[in-house]
């Protein structure tokens, strides 16, 4: 039987440049280095939004009103608690479990308890991503206390949803500047158009599964140092440089000698650099003059000149977010994670939108393989 004739050619390699998805919740411009969620710069909302409301306006496509945002508020810090089946799933997992990983098999285990499972309609489906958004901070500051052996800290509703996770992660309210700090930060991870989580994300809810499916193809997406996973690495190239000894400029020349990437470089998009990345580099430098520990940001600066120098490309988001995070004293292998608390915003954003307007996604594959190949029964095979 003939096939039926492929009218579209093949896309450059790893759909560079394919448009998949009319969207309205933000847009890309990697020319220029510009970032916008539903019209309003991301530069706008760092200096005067909160992660709240930035996730408000992601999940409506305008900002609410001051009772909207207290009511959104509100029922977010009510949904931030974790069930008690929840917190015994998190205890059973190995102390060794990789957190992104941890993370993954929560947000998997919690579609099985979530009162609203088997109902994918509008109302549910929010009520779904608003538990979510809620309950991911609890569920990384819970894995990380159990692989050390400590429980879990009730989440306070009178905190913001930054300052909540702070709390529950180290046990005590976090000084105010800190928690804005990592508020702004999970403005700038929250959203970022047809990345590759958030295209995991919509595959997934295009076959009409559920948003706590698509959330954790996402995060399993998320995982891999090619996306959010970069983050964790740039930490990992930091230490392995200051416990080298050795001039940051050196390393980087060493890794590009051996044919190897440099982590938190270079973007599929931005041809300049990524606008998240100077806002999140005047934290690092800040925090590191607050923390009388400067070594991690000129660190950081000189492998920016160093990549500028050999090889032209700019930092991405994930560059000055690691010794921002590390300033702020969270373990580097939980840097994943606090991008999934912030892009699971997106996430939600992009599934409802999905299902409003539905078709399944399905591309093709081009085949090159073999063709007329006849069967040989086993035993007259060479
Ligand atoms: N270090 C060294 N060289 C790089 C880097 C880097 N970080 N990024 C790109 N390049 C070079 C490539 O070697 C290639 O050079 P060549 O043409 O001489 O072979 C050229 O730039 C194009 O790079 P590609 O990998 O083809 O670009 P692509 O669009 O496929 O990849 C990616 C984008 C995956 C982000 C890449 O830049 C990379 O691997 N960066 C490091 C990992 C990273 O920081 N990921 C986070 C991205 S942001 C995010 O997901 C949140």
């Known amino acids: 039987m003939n096939e039926p004739t492929v009218t579209t050619q093949p896309s450059a390699g790893g759909l560079e440049g394919v448009v998949v998805a009319e969207s309205e ?60 089946r929840t917190l015994e799933t998190i205890r059973g997992f190995p102390a060794d479990a990789e957190p992104m990983a941890a993370l993954r098999t929560a947000v998997s285990a919690l579609g099985l308890v979530d009162p609203d499972r088997g109902d994918d309609g509008p ?26 052996g400590e429980d879990p800290v009730p989440p306070r509703e009178d905190l913001g949803h930054a300052a909540s996770f702070l709390h529950q992660l180290r046990g005590q309210a976090p000084d105010p500047e800190d928690a804005r700090i990592l508020d702004i930060c999970l403005i700038l991870h929250a959203e970022h158009g047809m990345n590759a989580s958030t295209f995991s994300a919509r595959v997934t809810a295009a076959t009409l599964s559920d948003i706590h499916s698509a959330v954790t193809s996402a995060i399993g997406t998320l995982k ?10 740039v930490m990992k190239m930091l230490l392995e440089i200051d416990a080298r000894g050795i001039e940051p400029a050196a390393h980087v020349r060493e890794l590009l000698a051996a044919g190897r990437k440099v982590m938190g470089f270079g973007h599929r998009v931005y041809r300049t650099m990524d606008p998240r990345a100077p806002i999140l580099r ?56 606090l991008f999934a608390i912030a892009r699971v915003s997106g996430w939600a954003a992009h599934v409802e939108a999905q299902y409003a307007r539905n078709r399944l996604i399905r591309p093709r594959a081009k085949y090159v393989g073999k063709r007329d190949l006849r069967y040989v029964p086993i035993g007259q095979r060479d």
């Open 224 to 233: 891999g140092p090619l996306h959010g996973g970069a983050n964790q690495e």
């Open 25 to 84: 919740i933000s847009y890309v411009d990697g020319q220029e280095g510009r970032l916008v969620y539903r019209g309003f710069s991301i530069e706008d909302l760092a200096e005067r939004s909160t992660f709240e409301e930035t996730t408000k306006l992601l999940l409506d496509g305008e900002l609410p009103s001051a009772a909207e945002l207290a009511t959104f508020r509100t029922a977010l810090a009510a949904e931030r608690s974790l069930d008690e």
């Open 123 to 148: 109302d549910a489906t929010r009520r779904k991503a608003i538990r979510l958004i809620a309950r991911l901070p609890g569920i990384v500051a819970a894995c990380d206390r159990a692989r050390r």
């Open 282 to 337: 005047r934290f690092s430098k800040s925090l590191g003059e607050r923390t009388g520990d400067l070594r991690w940001y000129r660190m950081s600066e000189e492998i920016v000149d160093a990549m500028r120098a050999e090889k032209g490309i700019d930092p991405n988001v994930d560059f000055f977010s690691a010794s921002t995070y590390h300033a702020l004293g969270i373990p580097a292998d939980l840097f994943t994670p």
